[in-house]
């Protein structure tokens, strides 16, 4: 399945499970804004990590975004087993000569693109994805709510009604949600729609007839009332900077 990155929070980008699991999976999600003249070395370096991946046949998946509204940016997703393996040296650090691995630490290090880091959780129960083993769609339209204390359950059945809605329309191909668990707002929620190109993401008029006039009228009053703030933004899947490992 596909994880479902918090693209705009990675602050997001999007996208949920790549691996089945039977409890809800946790990831790390890396947010990296771009320094504009340093652009051209740091998107270089993720195409050779990528292909790090790629020749030694990483066991789980890397899957990047960058932001095509708001300030430049670069949204990592990876997987995390569990919180216990958060001290161990990442898969990444193990790879190649020592020579080699400080390099790319100090590639990094000069394009002065340092990560914010938080740990998300998926929630099942705000996901559907016509192609749950398949990549990331090409675009992604993200939005990022906090919500309330004590509105967490009324927030999670309205989702689950726009969920519905996106299905009803037709052009979304997946929805995924995820919460952040650490490093950031723990009432912090991204729900992610994706689409084969930004001409199927529909405009606020489709999404109001689709759910239908009186009860888009009311469903708004009601989304105000459980949510602190909420922006939105949109994404592009960048499968040269990803990697997925080969269905067996």
């Known amino acids: 399945m596909k994880p479902f990155v918090s693209l705009f929070c990675l602050s997001a980008a999007c996208c949920v499970p790549l691996l089945a699991q039977s409890a809800p999976q946790l990831a790390r999600l890396y947010s990296y804004e771009i320094p504009p003249d340093a652009a051209a ?23 990047c975004w960058t932001s095509l509204t708001g300030p430049p940016a670069l949204y990592m997703w990876v997987p995390l087993t569990g919180l216990d393996k958060l001290m161990d040296r990442t898969w990444l650090s193990q790879q190649g000569e020592e020579l080699p691995r400080v ?14 880091i938080r740990i ?35 927030y999670t059945a309205m989702m689950k009604e726009v969920m519905a809605t996106y299905k009803k329309m037709g052009a979304a191909k997946s929805f995924h949600a995820n919460r952040t668990a650490f490093g950031g707002d723990g009432y912090e929620f991204t729900t992610i729609a994706g ?5 199927d993401i529909p405009d606020p008029d489709a999404f109001r007839k689709a759910m239908g006039e009186a009860r888009y009228d009311t469903f708004v009053k009601q989304l105000g009332e459980v949510l602190a703030k909420s922006e939105r933004t949109l994404a592009r899947y960048r499968p040269e900077f990803s990697y997925m490992p080969e269905a067996k």
């Open 103 to 116: 390099a790319r630490a100090s590639r990094l290090a000069r394009t002065g693109a340092s990560p914010t």
């Open 195 to 199: 689409y084969a190109s930004l001409a």
């Open 120 to 154: 998300t959780r998926t929630l099942p129960e705000l996901t559907w994805d016509d192609t749950p083993n398949g990549a990331p769609e090409a675009f992604a339209s993200v939005r990022v709510d906090s919500v309330k204390p004590g509105k967490v359950s009324e």
């Open 41 to 63: 070395e740091f998107y270089d370096l993720q195409r050779d990590t990528a292909e790090i991946y790629k020749t030694n046949k990483a066991p789980f998946p890397r899957l």
